[in-house]
């Protein structure tokens, strides 16, 4: 059982406009920031947005991050068969078991 | 550019004691603004934190693996390195190591970033 809810799956067309959401409490999401990891097939998980909505180098602007409350969305436009993957949601908890925490994972399909 | 690869036994007894090393390339360990960490994954399942280290030896652990967890930090390898005790076959999974990015402005901020290959490890008699 994670800490972070994801939806297990989600799907879209290519070329067209998918979110992913993550769902966690006022320990976690509400009070600090939010993290996305897109894990290809067969690999290891890779940074696409940290900070909520900030994106590394390298990272197309067809991804973006951004949070509301306890929660966070994952947006992904021009979608292309090259970004099936897991995707997972990570941020800090500050319970008593503090440090970082990981959703379950959405894996994308791209129809 | 900054790259970490795991390395250690692919097979693991049960009640035994798992040993990972992690060897970063292309940066030091010894940069004051990361932590070093370790992240699992069993087969088909999600992402796990087990711990992490600073270069200087301080080290903070998941509570629900603390009891079995040690890792530790050789700077002048470059290396970090994870022991995991009395190990089940739920502690089956990829191991990865990753460089951890942690901070404090007005909230908490922390990702993973970049990621070693992962390696598995197999608890099986």
């Known amino acids: 059982q994670s800490v972070l809810t994801q939806p297990p799956s989600v799907s879209a067309a290519p070329g067209q406009k998918v979110t992913i959401s993550c769902s966690g409490s006022s320990s976690n999401i509400g009070n600090n920031y939010v993290s996305w990891y897109q894990q290809l097939p067969g690999t290891a998980p890779k940074l696409l947005i940290y900070d909520n909505n900030k994106r590394p180098s390298g990272i197309p602007d067809r991804f973006s991050g951004s949070k509301s409350g306890t929660s966070a969305t994952l947006g992904i436009t021009g979608l292309q068969t090259g970004d099936e993957a897991d995707y997972y949601c990570?941020?800090?908890?500050?319970?008593?078991?503090?440090?970082?925490?990981f959703g379950g994972g959405t894996k994308l399909t791209v129809l | 550019q900054l790259q970490l690869q795991e390395s250690g036994p692919g097979l693991v007894k049960p009640s035994e004691t798992l040993s990972l090393t992690c060897t970063v390339s292309g940066g030091s360990i010894s940069s004051s603004s990361y932590y070093w960490g370790w992240i699992r994954q069993p087969p088909g399942k999600g992402l796990e934190w087990i711990g992490s280290?600073?270069?200087?030896?301080?080290?903070y652990y998941n509570p629900s693996l603390k009891s079995r967890v040690t890792i530790s930090v050789d700077t002048s390898k470059n290396q970090f390195s994870l022991k995991l005790s009395s190990v089940t076959a739920a502690d089956t999974a990829v191991y990865y190591c990753?460089?951890?990015?942690?901070?404090?402005?007005?909230?908490?901020?922390?990702?993973?970033?970049?990621w070693g290959q992962g390696t598995l490890v197999t608890v099986s008699s």
């Open positions: 990570g941020t800090w908890d500050s319970s008593l078991s503090a440090g970082p925490v």
């Open positions: 280290i600073y270069y200087s030896g301080s080290t």
């Open positions: 990753a460089r951890e990015r942690r901070g404090y402005s007005y909230v908490i901020y922390n990702w993973f970033d970049p």
